[in-house]
């Protein structure tokens, strides 16, 4: 399965509901997003049958997404579905964590292989703050609850905010060297209305970098944990026993080694985080055609690259539309 640029896709992101228990300063307005009516979500069901179409032109990697995926009734069931679809070699979950101490091992049990939290502050107040929700919630239990139960490995991934956030670096930092965890810094990316006020707020991963070399020495190349799907680019604090990773979309784009496409809640497949570059799958699928053909056009017309250094947002109105 191989684009119009040549770029081999392989690695689909399911967004399995546009709901979420959060309301990330970044991610989502605080009120005011209408939720999707259930009839136009895609079943599980429906999920699993796209997925059996894609395994046979190459689909191997697939993660869960949202919204919080959590908050969906049932989840483990899909990740049931989904484990026993020949070719599918890797299924993670992207999560805000609140429910794994409770969850993590049903869906382990299920056939998860590993997964992704949110984690932007280590201090409760901070997190109710960037969350908008105060749901007294610690991300360190929640990475052992998953860790506990063998989802391997484990990443963190830290929306950096100026002015918000960013006094935690060192400390993010610092927890590499405790757990076999990989600290992912993202930078904010823009979105939406809120797009003018976030250029402001972002913080170049080369300064977050720095600022850990400062405290903790020169850092190590590192290839990263074994599962890599995507654009972080790792190194250690030497003697750590995880890693940290910077992920870039704005300060060194990383386009020309994508891998992925997006399938969202309900039944769109966009080839590109942003730009408007989606096709229905829905509506094929509900009237029994096959999805190829739509699969194969969308490829043809995944673009080189986003625009977001142009200040051009797409028609994305919140990542949680999307799964990020
Ligand atoms: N609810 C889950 C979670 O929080 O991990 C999954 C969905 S969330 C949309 C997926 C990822 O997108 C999270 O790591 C989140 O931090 C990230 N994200 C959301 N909005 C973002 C933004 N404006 N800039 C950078 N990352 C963002
Ligand atoms: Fe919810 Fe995740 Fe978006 Fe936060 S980043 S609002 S947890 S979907």
């Known amino acids: 399965m191989r684009d119009q640029f040549g770029r081999s896709i392989e690695y689909l992101r399911i967004s399995v509901t546009d709901r979420c228990n959060f309301r990330c300063v970044y991610c989502m307005p605080e009120q005011g997003l209408a939720w999707l009516p259930k009839q136009q979500i895609l079943s599980y069901e429906e999920i699993a049958d796209v997925v059996r179409q ?6 191997r990697r697939l993660r869960i997404t949202g919204g919080e995926p959590t908050v969906r009734p049932e989840l483990p069931e899909l990740i049931r579905m989904l484990r026993v679809i020949p070719g599918i070699e890797d299924i993670a979950l992207s999560t805000n964590g609140v429910k794994l101490p409770q969850m993590a091992a049903t869906l382990r049990e299920a056939g998860l292989d ?12 901070r997190i109710a703050a960037i969350a908008r929700r105060n749901l007294a ?7 052992r609850a998953a860790s506990d139960v063998g989802l391997d490995p484990i990443k963190l991934n830290v929306v950096m905010i100026r002015g918000e956030n960013d006094d935690e670096v060192e400390d993010f930092a610092a927890l590499t060297r405790e757990h076999a965890w990989h600290v992912r810094f993202i930078e904010l990316m823009p979105v939406g209305d809120l797009a003018d006020t976030e250029f402001a707020r972002v913080v170049p991963s080369d300064e977050v970098l720095a600022r850990i070399e400062a405290r903790f020495g020169a850092l190590e190349p590192s290839d990263g944990p074994a599962k890599g799907n995507g654009p972080a680019r790792y190194r250690r604090i030497p003697g750590a026993r995880g890693t940290i990773g910077v992920i870039t979309p704005l300060t060194h784009t990383y386009c020309d080694s994508c891998n992925r496409v997006r399938l969202t809640a309900d039944g769109r497949l966009r080839t590109c985080l942003y730009g408007d570059h989606e096709v229905n799958l829905r509506d094929a699928l509900r009237a029994g055609e096959p999805l190829r053909p739509l699969f194969e056009r969308a490829l043809a017309e995944k ?8 200040l051009r947002v797409g028609g994305l109105k919140a990542l949680s539309e999307v799964g990020g």
């Open 54 to 59: 894609l395994a046979p032109l190459g689909l």
């Open 114 to 125: 590993r997964v992704n939290m949110s984690a932007d502050s280590l201090r409760t107040e």
């Open 137 to 143: 919630f610690d991300p360190i239990v929640a990475a």
């Open 303 to 310: 673009p080189r690259e986003h625009e977001l250094l142009k």
